[in-house]
């Protein structure tokens, strides 16, 4: 069972995100009924496998929660603001009880009350039936202490047999229930040469005293034929079987077989109750309503990480070896070999790009978070927001939504925080719509995706005024400019993303959240990405993030350097030139002219500590960083090539300039290089790049 | 008696607790994931039973009920749901559906077992 229970545990924390999405989902349309079912549909899951393995408070919990939305769905409740807020903090609780432990369940459980309570009381305030919830919530646990007797009679149709029922489970079912008072009936028996043995003649008459409603006892008769007659009726409120002297006078009521049993009975029961300082007596009869449930989802298998780990390792294996195939063809003329290794090298490339894209997901996957953040923060500043979300198909790499959250998260917060206007007024004033937007905008570029968030809000004034100032004076204050340089409108924004520059602390005197954009930049350039801000005052604020589709596939440009195989990645290289090694040697300042256009070369030769003499004509690669170039000087350069990332050992650890190596065809190894990476490095020590 | 019975959940970790439960009692299981994905295994195979929860994307229990009701082979197959004790209008529906029982949620495999027995001859 344990085994299971982390299964779950696993499954859980998807229904609660998927909980959590749909909720969002239902807040911008609260009349859509099929959104509500599906909420409903989520729940129940939810509710369903906690009682299975033993999550006894999860199971709790969401039974309230189900109840209000099945209120909902039935029509009896509407969708309030605080039904919703209700939830959504329900969302958060469940992750926490999701996760409990012995140590954390006394504080949970306290929790939990808690939760239910304000779940009453919000019921109760919205002018709903809460008494009526109240009671319902009560039935349902059986807690209530009070034991009832029913009464039923059951007459199985004669050819009761016939579709394979037996009515001794049923009434093997109904003792299960509680004390039971069988008393069968024989007097439809015919004599024995006339008895049809497939057919039924017996009847029961039989009281059941139990803590279940009149629900339960029906549930037991709900595949009885519709010509079996099934009667179940309150008989009393007390547990009339517990006295063995009032079982007597019961059963001989019982054996008399009245045709009007029930009010035989009814008679003496009074008496009874009496006798139990009872005076209750009420006879029910319930009957059953049925509801629709239209549901909807995707179809998809789940399979754990480790095994698609492994799939992409082993198809990055195919792909070393097919490379060594196609090498050797090529070395090797032998008839036949050619179309062959050309084939497989077209399967394989195929195979590659659909296993590759098997741990591709959607960017919709992180966008709940930010709605909720959305949401959360507009409520607690006071500003009215809209979220919007544009090209939410557009697929990543796993790894990278995962890493991307965060960055943006607090690129969004940002937003919310600084970007939308105070007030409302504020808006009007300026001609905007009253509502604040934010939007979430991804799209596919070549082999990049953008992510954008879009705000309308105030934006940075680059041009000059107060903006631009603080950020002028606190870049001549860290020493990156002197006093009389001017900085472009670009170079302002570049600011924005060092350390020491927050947001926070430049555009407005709200205090930041301890996290800078420098931050975020780095986050995102961990994934091999780029971040840009864009602002135009009154109008808002962009923030663009540019990232590869995936992480382990690099398209590259493979060069030797000393005869050590290198791989440059091909989205960063610009042009390549041919210089004489002399040329280079004598360049002033480490500048070369490259299409009339001086460029700062980077020495991989000299910066690698390498002491082989260079050859007589080196090429430099020029590298776009940012809006500059960086010359790359290498001895040769092989061609494009397709590397599949490897990591390197914890040798080399140290560095993070080569995030990886690949294998080439030939078996030997070439080292991916991270240009950004090598470049600031390479800036930091040795020249200011654009000065 | 070893049985060949066809389960159907969307919930991936009742679906292993059922079917460990069920190939311990020596009975062979197929596993599906939704009531579409059952709907490809009902191909004319034989099965003894098929146990199916209620809720689920795609094709709900009930539906899948109806459906399988239609295909001559699976007319008289007995069909037991999975539910939750305080669904009874579910169990309204799935029976007028053409189920032939349920088991309530949550279970013990002797309870299972025991269901199952009742069903199954």
Known sequence: ?691 | MEKKILIVDDSESIREVVSFTLENAGHEVVKAIDGQDALTYLDGRKYDLIITDLHMPNLNGIELIKRVRTIEEYKFIPILFLTTESQTAKKMEAKEAGATGWIVKPFVPEKLLEAIKKVVR
């Open chain 1, 1 to 691: 069972m344990e085994a299971f229970k982390d299964k779950f545990k696993e499954e859980a924390k998807e229904l609660i995100a998927e909980l959590e999405h749909m909720v969002l989902k239902l807040e911008g349309n609260r009349a859509n009924k099929s959104i509500v079912e599906e909420v409903f549909r989520v729940m129940h899951s939810l509710k369903g496998g906690s009682a299975m393995f033993g999550f006894s408070l999860i199971d709790k919990f969401t039974h309230l929660l189900e109840n209000i939305y099945d209120k909902i769905r039935t029509g009896e409740y509407q969708v309030t603001d605080d039904i919703l807020d209700i939830t959504l903090n329900a969302v958060d609780h469940l992750r926490n009880l999701i996760e409990e432990t012995p140590d954390t369940v006394a504080q949970l459980e306290k929790e939990n009350n808690k939760f239910i309570e304000q779940i009453e009381i919000v019921l109760s305030k919205g002018a709903l039936k809460s008494d009526d919830f109240k009671n319902n919530s009560d039935d349902d646990k059986k807690v209530s202490n009070h034991t009832k007797t029913y009464f039923v009679h059951f007459e199985p149709s004669s050819d009761f047999f016939q579709d394979g029922s037996n009515p001794l489970f049923l009434i093997d079912d109904i003792c299960q229930l509680g004390e039971t008072l069988i008393v069968p009936v024989y007097s439809k028996i015919p004599k024995y040469e006339k008895i049809n043995p497939i057919d039924c003649y017996i009847s029961w008459n039989l009281l059941v005293a139990t803590d279940d409603d009149i629900n339960a006892i029906m549930d037991v008769f709900i595949f009885t034929n519709k010509r079996s007659k099934v009667e179940v009726a309150k008989l009393s409120d007390k547990n009339l079987l517990a006295e063995k002297s009032h079982r007597k006078i019961l059963l001989e009521t019982l054996l008399k077989n009245h045709a009007d049993l029930f009010e035989k009975l009814s008679i003496v029961v009074p008496d009874l109750e009496k006798a139990q300082n009872g005076n209750e007596q009420n006879t029910q009869r319930q009957r059953v309503q049925s509801s629709h449930s239209v549901e909807q989802t995707i179809a998809s298998i789940r399979v754990s990480s480790e095994k698609l780990d492994n799939l992409i390792n082993w198809v990055s294996e195919l792909v070393t070896i097919q490379a060594q195939l196609s090498l050797y063809t090529q070395q090797n003329q032998h008839i036949g070999l050619a179309p062959i290794s050309e084939e497989i090298e077209k399967i394989t490339r195929r195979l590659r790009d659909d296993v590759f894209s098997i741990r591709l997901i959607p960017v919709s996957n992180m966008l709940t978070r930010f709605q909720r953040l959305v949401r959360e923060l507009s409520h607690e500043l006071d500003k009215d927001i809209v979220f919007e979300s544009r090209g939410t198909e557009t697929e990543l790499d796993k790894n990278i939504i995962e890493m991307l959250a965060d960055p943006v998260m607090h690129i969004i917060r940002n937003s919310i925080d600084h970007g939308i206007e105070e007030s409302t007024e504020e808006r009007v004033k300026k001609g905007k719509p009253a509502k604040g937007k934010i939007l979430f905008n991804a799209y596919y570029s070549g082999t990049n995706v953008y992510i954008q968030i879009i705000d309308d809000g105030k934006g940075i004034d680059a041009e000059k005024g107060i903006d631009a100032e603080k950020v002028r004076a606190k870049a001549i204050e860290k020493e990156l400019i002197s006093p009389e340089s001017e900085i472009s409108r670009k170079e302002l924004f570049d600011f924005l993303f060092l350390p020491g520059f927050s947001m926070a602390k430049v555009v407005t005197n709200l205090s930041g959240r301890g996290v800078g954009m420098d931050v975020v930049k780095r986050k995102i350039a961990d994934l091999r990405g780029q971040v840009e801000i864009d602002s135009k005052l009154g109008f808002g604020t962009t923030v663009t993030i540019k990232l590869p589709l995936t992480l382990s596939i690099i398209d590259g440009l493979l060069v030797k350097v000393d005869n050590i195989n290198m791989v440059i990645p091909l989205s960063s290289v610009h042009k390549v030139y041919e210089y004489e090694h002399t040329k280079i040697e004598k360049a002033i300042n480490n500048l070369i002219l490259a299409d009339d256009e001086r460029v700062p070369i980077l020495n991989l030769r000299k910066y690698f500590n390498m002491t082989s003499p260079p050859p007589p004509l080196e090429r430099v690669i020029t590298i776009e960083y940012g809006d500059y170039y960086i010359g790359f000087t290498v001895d040769e350069i092989i061609g494009e090539y397709q590397a599949v990332l490897k990591p390197l050992g914890s040798a080399f650890k140290e560095q993070d300039f080569f995030p990886g190596a690949t294998i080439l065809g030939d078996g030997t190894v070439a080292l991916v290089l991270d240009s950004n990476k090598l470049i600031e490095l390479f800036a930091k020590t040795e020249v200011k790049i654009g000065n």
